[in-house]
């Protein structure tokens, strides 16, 4: 009995390290313009070799990690693997998917690590496709954010940015006509798409949105509380 439990032990020690990650809600294509990449299925199909296509993960301290990918090539193809000034080729062939060793990889600090994938080389129409990244490491109390899943259709709201909603709670027996607030952004805390909300309600938001290095847009949108698809459904006084 003793000899089983430690069994287990072992067992569930070594499923600890390791993290499966997928592309679908994780990685975005940087180079040679910021954009997707990734198709319907969930997996990261590509032809042009200028693209290179980032994968992020966030890590509450340094950690070494062995490196792997889920993918797979009709065609025999070369892929990179670039991360801080690592960088791995790996030759790819076989239609069927299946776990791809590249190598080891030390992150030297906590926060975000950047892992760049792009093609070398292809004999078909395109370089393949690969699902999943895979890290593996054994450093205790290693702790890995991502978008975990598609539940709650997460792979679209992680790869649309974060959001941070900050609330107040309305005073009991007031009856409140106006509300003022303001917001100020650091130098260069503003990137291309970030959306700053000044004010929101259950019906409707206010703010401005970073369209360009150049651009700001204002943007606000009130909507009916009332749930249907047909405007003139709507009563009058729901209306606005």
Not at 215 to 239: G, I, M, Q
Request: some cysteine; aromatic content about 10%; charged content about 20%.
């Amino acid at each position: 009995m003793k000899n089983l439990l430690l069994l287990l032990c072992l067992v569930t020690s070594s499923l600890a390290g390791e993290w499966t990650i997928p592309l679908a809600g994780n990685a975005y294509r940087n180079t040679p313009e910021p954009g997707s990449g990734i198709n319907r299925s969930g997996k990261l199909v590509w032809s042009n070799p200028e693209d290179v296509h980032s994968i992020y993960v966030h890590l509450n301290q340094p950690a070494t990690f062995e490196v792997a990918l889920r993918g797979a090539a009709r065609t025999p193809a070369r892929w990179q693997l670039a991360s801080n000034g690592q960088s791995f080729n790996i030759n790819v062939n076989g239609a069927k998917p299946k776990e791809i060793p590249v190598g080891k990889i030390m992150a030297a600090k906590a926060g975000y690590l950047r892992l760049d994938l792009s093609g070398l080389k292809k004999t078909g129409k395109n370089y393949g496709e690969i699902s999943d990244l895979i890290l593996r490491s054994d450093k205790d109390g290693l702790q890995l954010n991502y978008v975990k899943s598609n539940k709650d259709n997460m792979f679209y709201w992680g790869r649309r940015g974060p959001s941070v909603h900050l609330g107040y709670q309305v005073p009991k027996g007031k009856k409140i006509e106006w509300a003022y607030s303001e917001i100020t952004v650091p130098t260069g805390e503003d990137p291309i798409g970030s959306y700053f909300m000044a004010n929101g309600f259950g019906q409707g938001y206010f703010g401005f949105q970073v369209k360009s290095p150049t651009e700001r847009w204002v943007l606000f949108s009130v909507w009916s509380p009332f749930n249907t698809n047909d405007p003139n459904a709507v009563p009058e006084k729901d209306r606005v």
